[in-house]
């Protein structure tokens, strides 16, 4: 089965980041390029991406046929995703481990959703 872990980002975790040295930055950087290679030599990485920041995003919606993209209410977001790992482990205990090696897990939570499998679905 296929889980998401999703790293979110706050105000918390951004005065968090901001604490830390420049060689603390570049460890949990390094962390995280660790944990893809160990990742893909267990053979449970599907994809793995950081995302850029949320200013950069747009809101996409289809109106009477027009496909309409705009800036998103950013003033009224509290948190964003900062990444994912996708993972396809043999149980939600095993994504859990997976998601404990994430190294945000050390500084706040990170969120393990399994992914909705479809391919029964008819259509």
Not at 5 to 22: G, P
Not at 48 to 57: I, T, V, Y
Request: one cysteine or more.
């Amino acid at each position: 089965m296929k889980y998401m872990i999703l790293i979110h980002s706050n105000e918390q975790s951004r005065a968090l980041w901001e604490t830390l040295t420049d060689q603390q930055q570049r460890d949990f950087g390094v962390g995280h390029l660790k944990l893809t290679e160990e990742m893909a030599e267990a053979g449970v990485l599907v994809v793995s991406e950081g995302l850029a920041d949320p200013q950069l995003a747009r809101w996409v919606s289809v109106r009477d046929g027009e496909t309409i993209a705009s800036d998103g209410p950013f003033a009224e977001v509290k948190e964003h995703l900062a990444g994912f790992y996708l993972v396809e482990c043999e149980s939600l205990e095993a994504a859990i481990e997976w998601a404990a090696k994430v190294p945000d897990a050390q500084l706040r939570e990170v969120e393990v959703r399994p992914v909705l499998d479809m391919s029964g679905w008819d259509f």
